[in-house]
């Protein structure tokens, strides 16, 4: 039987309720619970994303969070 992974770290996290509802429906999709999910996706961020548009998004995210804040 393999053994499930230790998760060692429980950081306070806030997140968009987009962010949030892709988080569920991922973490429902691959059968995983929703902080399994998490470490799945960080931890193996650099295969999953193209590395050119990290930089875009956040320079978007960064635009739309400073708007929200005024």
């Known amino acids: 039987m393999p053994k499930r ?3 060692t770290r429980r950081p306070p ?3 968009t309720e987009d962010g949030c ?3 569920k429906r991922f973490a429902a999709d691959a059968g995983l619970d929703e902080s399994e ?3 799945l ?3 193996h961020v650099d295969s999953v994303i193209d590395a050119e ?3 875009h998004r956040l ?3 960064t635009r739309d969070l ?3 804040k005024t």
Do not use: D, W, Y
């Open 21 to 23: 509802r892709q988080r």
């Open 53 to 55: 548009t990290p930089g």
């Open 41 to 43: 996706r960080f931890g």
């Open 59 to 61: 320079r978007q995210f």
């Open 66 to 68: 400073e708007a929200r």
């Open 13 to 15: 996290v806030a997140m």
């Open 5 to 7: 992974f230790r998760l």
């Open 37 to 39: 999910a998490l470490s």
